[in-house]
């Protein structure tokens, strides 16, 4: 086995955002940092990917953030790549697009008479039964239902959230409504028909997004990292996670068939949870690995096809709701920056939510090309076979947590065992199971790097996404600052 010299440095595990922001903030304070990355790239699920001079994300990813703090230091990374685009998202279902976030005038008549006044009846309904009788709610179906009633929930959440998780909506916690539509409700939707009000995170109708790709803030934080002597190897899988006397002394990981162990003082790893507490050695209580191995992710195939026509509709992405469509979801890039694509072209990217080893899973990548390109052509009519000229399967495992009823608990009792390890900081969005957006992840990151820097845990990385961080607004003002560089 080879031995990495590289005594006294700080490990992090995964180089996604959390990760890469953690590196920086580390290195940028002349600490010697090294990220072990199991793809063969950085970005995680924040990429964005280069076919043939066609530049696309891994996903819609806007940027957005309630942290000033945050913002600011996505700013100073990206200067004057940033741009603003503006949002037009829908949904599409029985052959009609509705405005999302949903627009009260739009959704109702969309809907027909009949339907809609039972949406308001039921509506009605459900907000009297939550607050007369505050009934206990367990479900994603409770939390929707409370929420906007029946009809609503059935119309225009079900059959998309059933189609995103693989699962029926009483299999899944509350929590990821509570953090998926924090804010939202019908009241917020009265404002924003009437008012046009800004203040409710998923009715951002403008955001922040580097011109070159969601990626180009991994790639300036890699040449930023390097730049100030910090090591990133790629390719590289951490396969094992050594413990000697309640601290982590050293960690193996896996290039090119060579194994490698490399010690360090300190380590943040935002590789999944359920992963981490398997390469522990020696082995952990059975009772805590039973626990991560119940922890669920649903993956995803996301197709991208290349096309030689421009603003093939005006959205920056659609939900697709019918099942028998089989993807959820579709992008186009032209609509998000113009220095993405060639000229007269566009990358169109589906996302087909699945999981590992299942039939669709398992489908070549000609095979699921072919499905997409001919599901999309018969269903909207907007382009035909001759205008595609490529496509591309870029497949990702873990794409999204599953919160299984009882998943808090289960995560916590990991935790509370993991916090025992004096020397290691868990961070990221399966690193924390956690349903993080990126300003999340960066700021797990940032948060991660300064208590190292302070030598004490000072920031609380377990407050970040969840709804008290939402009521402390501007919790931290400025970026801390511990760079020993006079003009960085
Ligand atoms: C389709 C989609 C759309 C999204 N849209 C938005 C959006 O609009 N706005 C927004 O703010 N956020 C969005 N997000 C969320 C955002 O992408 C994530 O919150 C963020 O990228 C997570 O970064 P991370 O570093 O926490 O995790 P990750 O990106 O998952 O990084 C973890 C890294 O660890 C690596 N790794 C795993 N195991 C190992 C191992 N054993 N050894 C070494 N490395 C390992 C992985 O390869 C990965 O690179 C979206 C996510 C998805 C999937």
């Not at 920086?24 to 995680?44: C, M, N, P």
């Not at 076919?51 to 990374?77: A, C, E, Q």
């Not at 000229?389 to 999204?400: A, D, L, S, W």
């Amino acid at each position: 086995m080879k031995k990495f010299n590289n005594n006294g440095s700080i490990i992090i595990m995964g180089g996604g955002l959390a990760g890469l922001a953690a590196g920086y903030e580390l290195s940028r304070a002349k600490k010697r940092v090294l990220i072990i990355e199991k793809w063969d790239d950085v970005g995680g699920l924040a990429r964005t990917l280069e076919v043939n001079g066609f530049r696309f994300d891994t996903g819609p990813h806007r940027w957005y953030t309630k942290s000033n703090m945050v913002n600011d230091w996505m700013l100073k990374i990206l200067g004057d790549e940033v741009i603003k685009v503006p949002r037009l998202t829908r949904i599409y279902f029985d052959n009609r697009f509705f405005f999302y976030p949903i627009k009260l005038m739009n959704a109702l008549t969309g809907i027909g008479i009949i339907t809609a006044c039972r949406a308001v009846i039921d509506y009605i309904f459900a907000r009297f039964r939550a607050r007369l009788l505050k009934p206990h709610l367990l479900t994603m179906e409770d939390g929707y239902i409370n929420q906007f009633g029946k009809t609503l929930y059935e119309t225009f959440f079900k059959r998309y959230s059933e189609k995103l998780w693989g699962q029926d909506c009483k299999q899944i916690s509350i929590d990821w409504v509570g953090q998926r539509t924090r804010g939202l409700n019908i009241l917020t939707i009265l404002k924003d028909t009437f008012f046009k009000s800004k203040d409710v995170v998923s009715l951002v109708d403008e955001f922040s997004y580097p011109k070159k790709g969601i990626g180009r803030l991994a790639e300036k934080l890699v040449i930023e990292i390097k730049k100030r002597g910090g090591e990133i190897i790629t390719s590289a899988e951490v396969n094992e996670i050594n413990v000697i006397k309640n601290k982590i002394s050293s960690i193996g990981f896996k290039k090119n068939g060579q194994k490698t162990l490399v010690k360090g003082q300190q380590f943040i790893s935002s590789i999944p949870i359920d992963d981490f507490v398997k390469l522990i050695n020696p082995k952990i209580d059975k009772k805590i690995i039973h626990l991560a191995q119940k922890l669920q992710y649903r993956d995803e195939l996301q197709v991208a096809l290349f096309v030689k026509k421009t603003h093939i509709t005006a959205d920056t992405w659609i939900y697709v709701h019918p099942k028998t469509i089989p993807f959820m979801r579709v992008m186009e890039m032209d609509n998000w920056s113009d220095d993405l694509s060639p000229v007269g072209t566009t990358t169109l990217v589906f996302e087909v939510a699945c999981n590992i080893g299942d039939n669709m899973w398992k489908k070549s990548d000609t095979e699921v090309i072919k499905m997409i390109s001919d599901s999309y052509i018969n269903e909207f009519k907007l382009i035909n076979k001759n205008d595609i000229i490529g496509g591309f399967v870029h497949r990702v495992p873990k794409e999204y947590p599953v919160y299984h009823i009882g998943y808090k608990e289960d995560t916590d009792i990991i935790k509370k065992h993991l916090s025992g390890l004096s020397n290691i900081q868990l961070v990221g969005r399966n690193g924390t199971f956690r349903y993080n957006n990126m300003d999340h992840s960066v700021e797990m990151g940032l948060y991660a790097a300064w208590n190292i820097l302070k030598n004490k845990k000072m920031y609380e990385i377990e407050s970040i996404n969840i709804e008290r961080e939402y009521l402390e607004e501007k919790k931290i003002e400025n970026i801390e600052d511990f760079s020993l560089e006079e003009n960085d």
